[in-house]
């Protein structure tokens, strides 16, 4: 069984990486045929609609980084995470916290929440 904190910087992988090929063969290998995703400021479902996700949050924040923040917790097929985002070597404008449901070892839903965002965001 792999760990959560392996799934986490799996999931933190596709929200960074910003080549579209290997964005969508990183969904590919860490998300279910058949996935969702919602926090309070989106909604997707499938991987198609979850690459449109990550690209419109790479064009609205181009120089940020998301990046695992404390450690990751699994209880069978359930995980929780947080996350950081700001700009590289800076301190993170945006904090989440993330629950999500596996299937297998793959993300088949994810729910965010935002624990901090400046009004301006």
């Known amino acids: ?56 949050v790479q064009d609205r924040f181009p120089d940020f980084r998301f990046k695992l923040s404390g450690s990751a917790d699994r209880h069978g097929d359930n995980i929780r995470f947080s996350w950081d985002l700001g700009p590289e070597g800076s301190e993170p404008l945006v ?9 297998g070892e793959r993300l088949k839903a994810v729910h965010g929440f935002i624990d901090q965002m400046p009004a301006a965001a």
């Open 95 to 103: 904090k989440g916290t993330d629950f999500a449901i596996l299937d």
């Open 1 to 56: 069984m792999t760990d959560a904190t392996t799934i986490a910087e799996r999931y933190i992988a596709v929200w960074n990486e910003t080549d579209v090929t290997r964005r969508r063969a990183l969904i590919t290998a860490a998300w279910t045929e058949s996935c969702t995703y919602i926090d309070p400021l989106m909604r997707g479902e499938g991987r198609e609609q979850i690459d449109a996700l990550v690209a419109a």
